[in-house]
Nanobody, 127 residues
Framework: QVQLVESGGGLVQAGGSLRLSCAAS????????MGWFRQGPGKERDFVAV????????YYADSVKGRFTISRDNAKNTVYLQMNSLKPEDTDVYYC????????????????????WGQGTQVTVSS
């Protein structure tokens, strides 16, 4: 079992930055692929970024590439999402998710592949 708790959301002006954190419980955090997704009212949950268990591989949605950076600290059981140059269209509830455990590097862009989810944190970008 993995429990996830997101933090770091808030209100920011366009062009600003936020860093989301996702703290995980469980001794095998380092074996999990970790993803960030976002969802607006009445919309589907969309892929934002993913990082494999080692941190060596990261992938991003085209809409955030070059602006967002996903990272992880396995010693702290935490995954981060650094969001720069924020736009109003980035406004959503952001969720972290865990998929695994895996022995090898694996990534997924499909939210249905993820077994564990946090409660979400609201990000609002004003114009």
């Amino acid at each position: 079992q993995v429990q996830l708790v997101e933090s770091g959301g808030g209100l920011v002006q366009a062009g600003g930055s936020l860093r989301l954190s996702c703290a995980a419980s469980g001794r095998t955090f380092s074996s999990y692929t970790m993803g960030w997704f976002r969802q607006g009212p009445g919309k589907e949950r969309d892929f934002v970024a993913v990082i494999t268990w080692s941190g060596r591989r990261t992938y991003y949605a085209d809409s955030v590439k070059g602006r967002f950076t996903i990272s992880r600290d396995n010693a702290k059981n935490t995954v981060y999402l650094q969001m720069n140059s924020l736009k109003p269209e980035d406004t959503d509830v952001y969720y972290c998710a865990a998929d695994g455990p895996f022995l090898g590097e694996r990534n997924s862009f499909n939210p249905n592949d993820y077994d564990y989810w946090g409660q979400g944190t609201q990000v609002t970008v004003s114009s």
